[in-house]
Structure formats: structure tokens, C-alpha cells
């Protein structure tokens, strides 16, 4: 028994509350899968339609249904009495389910190397410690011991650098092979000596040599056509071994995009000299196992949309005013020397400040304002902003003129520059120059006054060991630059702590679209965001415009009615 659909169909057997276990599981468990139910009450084809999602869920994602069915309920801000009912349904269904021992036993590995030490309060009691479990990912040892995997990753790595991929994508890919070559491993038995990056995605043999042939052009043409037939026979039999895999990592499609994404970066670089160099060359399509896991990553996408759109937007975000509220307020944060704390007599506690915490506090401050003076960048842009590479001091003009070379230096700007491997989108819309403005605050101080503080002395209370802009303040991070979650963290953590509406780097985008749309913006400021976002008005109107369905037909409304008055 592979997916829930099987196992609800026998469990519901001959049962007379059969309808409120499947309303239960579809309308409010399954949508954490990536089903959409209607609105409305369920009929027969839409159950019909609901079974046959569930014949696509394994059953193994059942061990977290309870906890996905709450996350939901949140969501949804179900009632007590729809959450107490329907958690009753899918708690029995689960409990039968794992008695009938339908579900796996817990695995012994894990994806993440977490250790954590006891803390010395802790030491003395008696009780079991905490088992972490095994590694599934081949570790930097067991990979000294492969020197011919070594060689393949190294090799894959060099391709994908000199193809254009970024140094994260190159990282990210990595681990995820080192994570599916240790689930071959450890779980499907596979012999070391066989641990090699084609089995990953397998070999499609797609082309015949001409030449064998002796001439003989019908024998070629049918051998050529059963070379794609059994390719693709292949390809049908490596994605169910993946399906596999992506169930025993998480099936979430929020997960399974990047995880999708990186197998096909993978399997490009295995049939690099395989595809057709005149057809296919730049897409792939005659690869089966290429077009297979495109599909799946299309699929992965649309569930992620489906689960991304039950919570409404109006909940998950905050009006851009707000935000430059909160901005102003992480500004003033910022310059607080003393921090003030009431004692249990009533009294107050005045005490300085440490460096490290105001430069904590400034580089807070200088995330949220690289955001907010410029319309919202991608998350990408910020971690990966450097002096001198990304981030230049001088004038363009059209050409840039650094600031050793300005016959005044007073007049100098701080520049972002990104070449087109530096952004998303950099491969359409190519070199890209903008100015970081010097926006004047309400006190009369300037944004640069508050970068040459953190360039010139706080920066480096947090012991940076890179060039980049901005750097990691966590104890276990301390030395290294922030990443993408450490930046999606500063914004909602900061944006949660002000307003009460944890917002993510993403949604500010989208926030900053409705905006213009809600004060009636032009074509030319439009079209301007959109050169500043790296992204076409198509995407603009499709994706980041979240404007209020009833404020859209304001100014129709407006423009009907004046007609009257003239």
C-alpha cells in the first residue's frame, strides 16, 4: 500500500462516518499536500477528483499529518469546534494507519548535523540522551575515500561555473548530491565502489553512431527510435526510484522545488555531450528523464502556489507605509546609546550599550533600508552585497567613474552594480547600474552618514573573515556572511516585532507593487519599478500586484462619474 488514497479507502470500509474522515483529510488535511477543495459543499466528482490527488501522496506523509492539519487550522483560523472534530477524524485515521503497520518505522537518519550540548543544569539527571540519529548525506570523510566521485563533483562543479550558475546554486547542488548519493547508500544498499553522480538521474543512451550501420539508413532509423523508447522507459523507472527519495526527505512542495531544481542541473551536466547540439543543445527536450523532472518541477510549483494562496495576502503582509514606519523605528533603535531596564523595586536601570549590540542594531537598520529606498531587491542582492564588487563608491553617468577619479569627492554616490550571473534574472536584462539614494531622515540625518558608520566602525566589532557588506551575528555563525534565511529572518523577525505581522523579503514586494497601484501610479513609474525589481509588467501585473479587487475599480468609478460633473 503506497499512497493515503489506499489506505482511507480501507479504512472507511462499511463505516457510517465515512463522509466526515474523507471531509477531514480532504478539506482539511490535504491542502497542506497541495490540494485545492472548493468552497462549496464537496459533490461526487469533486470527492472523485479529491481521491485521485490522494492516489499521488505516499502514505508516508501521514508521520506529520497531525502537525501539517494544525499548521492548517491556523492558516484557516478554523473555529475550536471544526478543529476539535476534525482532528478527532484524522487522529483515528493515523492510529489505524500506523497499527496496521502500513508506515515505516522511524528512520535513524537525518538530513541536518544537529548537536547539541547538555547544558550543565542538565547534566546530573537521569535521563537518556538525546539521539540525533545517523547523517544521511555522505560525509567530507566518507568522500575522501571516493576519489573517483571526488572527480565527478569537481567536474561538475567547474561546468556548472563556467555555464554561469552562481556560487549558491553550485553549493546547493552539491549538498543535494551528496545527500541523494547517501540515501543510495545507507538506505537502498548500494555498493560504494557504485556511488557515482549518474545515478543520481541515470543515462539516457538517446542517440545511435550512424557509422555502425554500414550505410544501412532504415536498420539506424529503427534502432535510433527503440534508443528513445527505452530511454524513456529508463526515465520512468529513475523517477520512481526518486519519488522514493523525495518521500523520504519531504514531499512538501515547498522542498521538492529546489530539490527538483537541482537534478536538473545535474542531469544537464550528465548529458551535456549526449543532447542534441543543434536542436536541443540550450534546452534538453530530448532527454526523457530532463523533460520528466521539468514536469515534476511544474506540478511542484502549482501545489506550492495552491498552499502559498490559503493564506490571504492582507494576513501575511502590512501597508508600505507601515513598513517605513518600522524602518524609521529600527533607525532610532539604532542610535539609542543606553539601554533602560525596571528593577523589581520600581527603579530603572540605565546602562551603555555595548558596539556589538548597536552594530547588531545598524546592520538591522541598514537591511531594511537598502529595501525601502529603492523598491525591494531580492534577498540574493543583499547577502551577496560587496564593496567594491556589487556596492561602488564614485558617479554613472552612463559610465562609471569610481571615487579615486572624481575631481570632487564630495560628489560621490554609492553605487549597486550587478552583472547578469549577480541576480535572478540577470540573463534578460543583462548589466544593471542604480543609484542607492542618500535619503534624508526626519532628525536631518543621512542614509550614507549611517553606511560609513557601519563600513568604518561597527562592521568590525562582529569579526567578519569575509569582504562582504553585511555579516552573520549569530554565535555559531559569528565570522561569516549573512545568507538568504539570514536576511528573510531580520525582516520578519523585525517587521513581527513592530507590527505584529511577521513580512517576508518576498511579500515586500509585492507590498511595494500594490502600493503604486493604490496611489494611482503612471505607466513611467510603473515601468521604472519594474527595471529596479528585474522583471517584466507582465510579472508585475500577474505575481507582485496584490492591489484590493474593489480599490481596482476606484478609478474607473472616478472617471465615470466626472463625467458627469463637466
Avoid at 474522515?21 to 469533486?46: C, N
Wanted: net charge positive; aromatic share 10%.
Amino acid at each position: 500500500m503506497k499512497s493515503v488514497a489506499e489506505a482511507l479507502m480501507q479504512y472507511i470500509c462499511d463505516r457510517t462516518d465515512a463522509a466526515q474522515i474523507r471531509t477531514a483529510i480532504l478539506r482539511y488535511t490535504a491542502p497542506s499536500w497541495g490540494y485545492s477543495p472548493p468552497s462549496y459543499r464537496m459533490s461526487a466528482q469533486d470527492i472523485a477528483e479529491g481521491m485521485e490527488f490522494l492516489q499521488t501522496v505516499p502514505i508516508a506523509r501521514l508521520k506529520d499529518a497531525l502537525d501539517e492539519q494544525a499548521q492548517l487550522f491556523e492558516q484557516l483560523n478554523s473555529s475550536d469546534a471544526v478543529r476539535t472534530v476534525n482532528r478527532s477524524y484524522l487522529k483515528g485515521f493515523v492510529t489505524w494507519v500506523t497499527d496496521q503497520k502500513l508506515l515505516n518505522s522511524p528512520s535513524i537518519y537525518r538530513f541536518r548535523t544537529v548537536m547539541k550540548q547538555r547544558g550543565a543544569q542538565c547534566k546530573d539527571r537521569d535521563r537518556p540522551k538525546r539521539q540525533h540519529g545517523i547523517a544521511i548525506a555522505l560525509s567530507e570523510q566518507e568522500l575522501s575515500d571516493l576519489p573517483h566521485l571526488v572527480s565527478e563533483l569537481q567536474s561538475l562543479t567547474v561546468w556548472m561555473h563556467q555555464t554561469g550558475y552562481s556560487a549558491g546554486t553550485i553549493k546547493t547542488t552539491h549538498v543535494l548530491v551528496c545527500q541523494l548519493l547517501g540515501w543510495f547508500y545507507r538506505v537502498k544498499n548500494v555498493a560504494v565502489a557504485d556511488l557515482h553522480l549518474a545515478l543520481c538521474t541515470g543515462v539516457n543512451q538517446v542517440n545511435v553512431d550512424l557509422a555502425s550501420f554500414g550505410g544501412n539508413y532504415p536498420a539506424y532509423c529503427l534502432a535510433q527510435l527503440k534508443a528513445i523508447d527505452q530511454a524513456k522507459v529508463d526515465a520512468a523507472h529513475q523517477i520512481q526510484l526518486l519519488e522514493e527519495f523525495f518521500a523520504f526527505k519531504d514531499n512538501k512542495p515547498s522542498n521538492l522545488r529546489w530539490v527538483l531544481d537541482c537534478l536538473v542541473r545535474v542531469a544537464k551536466y550528465i548529458h551535456r555531450e549526449i543532447t542534441d547540439r543543434i536542436e536541443y543543445r540550450d534546452t534538453y527536450n530530448d532527454i526523457p528523464i530532463i523533460v520528466q523532472l521539468r514536469l515534476h518541477r511544474k506540478q511542484a510549483e502549482q501545489a506550492y502556489a495552491k498552499q502559498s494562496e490559503l493564506i490571504p495576502f492582507r494576513n501575511k503582509s502590512i501597508s508600505w507605509e507601515q513598513f517605513i514606519g518600522v524602518v524609521e523605528q529600527v533607525r532610532l533603535e539604532a542610535e539609542m546609546p543606553h539601554c533602560c531596564y525596571f528593577r523589581q523595586d520600581g527603579s530603572i536601570l540605565r546602562e551603555r550599550r555595548s558596539d556589538t549590540a548597536i552594530a547588531h542594531s545598524l546592520q538591522t537598520f541598514l537591511i531594511l533600508a537598502f529595501l525601502a529606498v529603492r523598491p525591494p531587491d531580492r534577498a540574493r542582492t543583499l547577502y551577496e552585497l560587496e564593496v567594491g564588487k556589487t556596492l561602488l563608491q564614485g558617479r554613472y553617468n552612463g559610465i562609471f567613474t569610481p571615487l579615486n577619479q572624481l575631481s570632487d569627492p564630495t560628489t560621490a554616490e554609492w553605487i549597486l552594480y550587478l552583472n547578469a550571473k549577480d541576480y535572478k534574472t540577470g540573463k534578460a536584462y543583462g548589466e544593471f547600474y542604480t543609484i542607492i539614494p542618500n535619503v534624508e531622515f526626519a532628525d536631518g540625518k543621512l542614509l550614507y552618514d549611517y553606511i560609513d558608520h557601519w563600513l568604518k566602525q561597527y562592521r568590525a566589532t562582529l569579526q567578519p573573515q569575509h569582504n562582504r557588506f553585511f555579516t552573520a551575528t549569530s554565535s555559531k555563525a559569528i565570522g561569516k556572511p549573512l545568507t538568504s534565511g539570514s536576511i528573510r529572518s531580520a525582516v520578519q523577525h523585525t517587521t513581527y516585532r513592530f507590527t505584529g505581522t511577521a513580512v517576508t523579503t518576498k511579500d515586500l514586494r509585492r507590498m511595494y507593487v500594490s502600493y503604486l497601484r493604490d496611489i494611482g501610479a503612471d505607466e513611467a513609474l510603473l515601468e521604472s519599478a519594474c527595471y529596479e525589481m528585474h522583471h517584466s509588467r507582465l510579472m508585475q501585473a500577474k505575481v507582485y500586484d496584490q492591489q484590493n479587487r474593489f480599490d481596482k475599480s476606484l478609478p474607473v468609478l472616478e472617471y465615470n462619474a466626472a463625467s458627469f460633473r463637466n
